[in-house]
């Protein structure tokens, strides 16, 4: 077993170290919830938060608060990066190391519980209660939210975690290797502590912003491409042709438009921060206002998508084995 084990090639060993990751952080998440109740880098947020308190500060101009958040990006991924790369030689056994970062990079799997909760409240009425159960998975204020708002953000805050947190560490571990994927993690959480929507960070986190822009461009029009091609027959080619413009943009305004002409709703616009609102593009004006019902069908989509994913991944692997 251990001889075959070693003798599979880097995807397809990838592949199974993804899958067995996976499998071990649902069952922790469903079975061992006080053990995933805080994220094993919860750390490194406050460290963020640290930082950018010491150098980001009002007074200084437009130009040294971009150049502060480029240098404090830089100072924290760059050392963190060479020191796990050198230490990666000293390590007997790779696939376990691998296997850690990875478990490090990859997001929990609570993501559809509490998609699940919020919708069961918003049944119910109990519009206090999905708000505090989305609170935690989002940046803007939630508190005055309608049951419509409610269900807009949350159907929005499904689609970028499934796709920062499952489907671009994902791509990226078995792309370029473990280590890539541990560093977007880190950058996706320096992005979440000073992400520009908020007024203190517009300047600051403008650069970390741009790298996670660039680097999850690709996986976004491969799950957009995906998302079409579930809807064909209903309207993909009308699609096709309303989502051609942004196919370039550095923004997840394709994956949400894409989603939202996928579920015939109304995505995007208007989002309170720190109280002060922000004037975002509506996507699909002709659509119908999303509801608790919508927030189902939305996880519904995303896991068709997962599981073709994982499938094709598999058959990849599989593919590879034989070619090799």
């Avoid at 799950?223 to 413009?245: D, E, I, Q, W, Y």
């Amino acid at each position: 077993m251990v001889a075959w084990f070693t003798q599979l090639n880097e995807f397809s060993l990838n592949v199974l170290l993804l899958l067995a990751v996976v499998f071990i952080k649902i069952i922790m998440t469903r079975f061992l919830p006080f053990v995933t109740q805080n994220e094993p880098l919860q750390f490194f947020n406050w460290y963020c938060l640290q930082l950018e308190s010491k150098v980001n500060k009002s007074k200084n101009s437009i130009s040294q608060r971009n150049i502060s958040g480029f240098i404090a990006a830089l100072i924290t991924l760059l050392p963190i990066t060479i020191i796990l790369w050198i230490f990666e030689d000293f390590i007997a056994v790779t696939w376990l190391w691998h296997g850690i970062l990875l478990y490090l990079a990859i997001g929990n799997f609570k993501l559809s519980l509490a998609s699940n909760n919020i919708s069961k409240a918003l049944s119910i009425k109990q519009n206090n209660l999905a708000q505090q159960t989305l609170k935690p998975w989002v940046l803007r204020d939630v508190d005055r939210l309608s049951t419509m708002g409610i269900a807009k953000t949350t159907i929005e805050m499904q689609l970028l975690h499934y796709l920062q947190g499952y489907l671009l560490i994902a791509f990226y571990f078995l792309s370029v290797g473990a280590l890539s994927a541990l560093m977007i993690r880190l950058a996706l959480m320096m992005h979440y502590c000073w992400n520009p929507k908020q007024d203190k960070f517009y300047h600051f986190g403008h650069f970390i912003n741009l790298v996670i822009n660039v680097i999850q461009w690709l996986p976004n029009r491969i799950f957009t491409l995906l998302m079409l091609l579930t809807s064909v027959g209903n309207n993909a080619l009308n699609n096709t042709k309303k989502l051609s413009r942004q196919w370039l943009n550095l923004n997840n305004d394709i994956v949400i438009h894409s989603l939202a002409l996928n579920l015939n709703i109304q995505l995007a616009g208007v989002a309170m921060y720190n109280g002060k609102k922000l004037r975002r593009k509506r996507f699909n004006d002709h659509g119908k206002q999303p509801e608790a019902m919508d927030i189902l069908r939305t996880t519904k989509v995303i896991q068709h998508i997962f599981y073709f994913l994982l499938a094709l991944t598999i058959l990849l692997a599989i593919t590879t084995l034989l070619i090799h």
